[in-house]
Structures are given as structure tokens and as C-alpha cells.
């Protein structure tokens, strides 16, 4: 069974900084895309980046455009998400997730989650 381990998150103050990186434990495995989903309390999840491998296209929310920034690895199946200027309404438990068929659907794989907390 695949898993992706996610590293990086924690408490920052507005405006700040953070990069959170999430592997998968299996290499040789092949995603189509990688990405971060978020939730924050009384919230749906929500799709936050997403690289699609096959289309080499990285998709933002728009409430992250300008902000973060998706890299990755398909190779090393990693994905890197560098979070700037960070607002209050950030905060949320940062998902990674991959998926091995169609990249727009929903993933097939999800890491355990990362605390992100913004502190106004």
C-alpha cells in the first residue's frame, strides 16, 4: 500500500511563510498528478494545487494565486508546496493527495495531514 508522509507545517504569523513536502513511500509507483487539498474547521475540503503530469499543467485556487507555489517530481513522486504571504484564513489541515488514473478525479492516495495555523 502506497503512502505519501507530508512535513512542514506549524504556526506562523500573517504574512508569513511556510513550505510544507509530501513523498510517496513507494517510488516505483506511478502517479498522473500530485497535490494539496485543505480543510478548515465547519469546511469542505477543498483542492488548494494540483500538478497534472500528463498535461504538464499546474492548476491554483484562486485564493492562493500569486501566493503559493506548487513543484514537484514525478520521477520521485514529491510534490512541494511554498506557501508566502499567508493570511488568517489559511488555516486549515493540509492534505496531500495523488492519483493514479485521471488526474482530475478524485485521488486515489491521501497523506495523514498537516496543521497549518495562521495567527492574525
Known amino acids: 500500500q502506497v503512502q505519501l508522509v507530508e512535513s512542514g507545517g506549524g504556526l506562523v504569523q500573517a504574512g508569513g511563510s511556510l513550505r510544507l513536502s509530501c513523498a510517496a513511500s513507494?517510488?516505483?509507483?506511478?502517479?498522473?498528478?500530485m497535490g494539496w487539498f485543505r480543510q478548515a474547521p465547519g469546511k469542505e475540503r477543498e483542492l488548494v494545487s494540483r500538478?497534472?503530469?500528463?498535461?504538464?499543467?499546474?492548476y491554483y485556487a484562486d485564493s492562493v494565486k500569486g501566493r503559493f507555489t506548487l513543484s514537484g517530481d514525478n520521477a520521485q513522486n514529491t510534490v512541494h508546496l511554498q506557501m508566502n504571504s499567508l493570511k488568517f484564513e489559511d488555516t486549515a489541515v493540509y492534505y496531500c493527495?495523488?492519483?493514479?488514473?485521471?488526474?482530475?478525479?478524485?485521488?486515489?492516495?491521501w497523506g495523514q495531514g498537516t496543521q497549518v495555523t495562521v495567527s492574525s
Open positions: 500538478i497534472n503530469w500528463l498535461a504538464h499543467t499546474t
Open positions: 513507494e517510488r516505483t509507483f506511478s502517479f498522473n498528478a
Open positions: 493527495a495523488a492519483t493514479a488514473g485521471i488526474p482530475t478525479t478524485r485521488p486515489d492516495y
